[in-house]
C-alpha cells in the first residue's frame, strides 16, 4: 500500500510535533523523523513543509555557526506553532478515536455480519 498520501496529510503535524521539543536544522530533522520510523518521506518534501510552515508563522529561523560545515538554519515553534499543533492534536486524536471504534473487531459491525 502507498502510504505517501495519508502521511502528506500528516506532515504538517509530524514535522510540529518533532520540532516541539527541540529546535533542529534540515538534516537533523530528516534524521529525527527517520529515526520516529517515518523513512518514506522524501527530502524535498520536508524541506517544503518547514518553508510553508515557516511563512505561515508557525516556525522561526534563526543561524548558528557550524564547526563541520556552512552555518546552519535551525527552526523552531512560535507560539501561534504551538498552538496550531495543539489544534491538529486534538483534531487527530478525534478522528483516531472515530477511526478505532470503525476498525473494532468486537464492535456492533462485526456482529452484524454473523
Known amino acids: ?35 520516529a520510523g517515518f523513512d518514506e518521506l522524501g527530502d524535498a518534501s520536508v524541506y517544503g513543509t518547514l518553508r510553508r510552515l515557516y511563512r505561515a508563522g508557525y516556525l522561526s529561523t534563526y543561524v548558528q555557526p557550524s564547526e563541520s560545515g556552512p552555518h546552519r538554519k535551525y527552526y523552531a515553534l512560535t507560539e501561534p ?26 464492535g456492533t459491525a462485526k456482529k452484524g455480519r454473523s
Open 1 to 35: 500500500m502507498d502510504r505517501s498520501q495519508l502521511l502528506k496529510g500528516l506532515l504538517d503535524i509530524i514535522v510540529l510535533r518533532v520540532l516541539e521539543t527541540e529546535d533542529g536544522y534540515g538534516y537533523e530533522i530528516l534524521h529525527r523523523l527517520r529515526a
Open 81 to 106: 506553532g504551538r498552538k496550531y499543533l495543539r489544534q491538529m492534536r486534538d483534531a487527530w486524536e478525534d478522528v483516531s478515536t472515530k477511526m478505532q471504534a470503525l476498525f473494532d473487531t468486537s
